[in-house]
């Protein structure tokens, strides 16, 4: 599912429940709608959670494999190329020329993560700038 910006009003909205088993489906590949459902602890009915699964698999977000009478489920895309199409478009959506926004409300939701995690993002972002240099030359 590589789309560019430009094809980001494209991207499928996804609800609570869908986000949820692509999560679960992250964490764990090739799972069943029972296996989901009792993931998800009876929250919400196993004809909800077929449906839900046929919705994700019709927006090719899933991918499904015959198994015996069922299918079993797995995502198409990557949750850091999902999550990085979904910033796209709500940046696109917004439609801001300025950057400084985004980067400003990012850094305010930093301040929240541990060191940890800020240490990982400099580390990402050293990365992105090495990955730059090689390019251009």
């Known amino acids: 599912m590589s789309k560019s910006r430009a094809d980001s009003n494209t991207l499928p909205k996804l609800g609570e429940l869908e986000l949820q088993l692509l999560n679960a489906l992250w ?3 090739h799972q ?3 296996d989901l459902h009792a993931r998800l602890d009876g929250r919400s ?3 909800t959670v077929q449906s839900a699964l046929e919705r ?13 009478h069922a299918y079993t489920y797995s995502t198409r895309v990557a949750r850091s190329e999902l999550t ?3 910033i796209g ?3 696109d959506r917004l439609q801001l020329g300025n950057l400084e926004p985004v980067l400003s409300s990012f850094v305010d939701f930093a301040e929240g993560v541990d060191d940890t995690t800020l240490n990982r993002l400099e580390k990402l972002i050293q990365e992105r700038k090495q990955q730059r240099l090689q390019n251009d030359d």
């Open 56 to 68: 994700l698999y019709r927006k090719s977000l899933l991918q499904r494999q015959k198994q015996g």
């Open 45 to 47: 009915g196993l004809n």
């Open 27 to 29: 964490e764990q590949p």
């Open 89 to 91: 478009a709500v940046i």
């Open 32 to 34: 069943s709608v029972k």
């Open 84 to 86: 990085s199409s979904l």
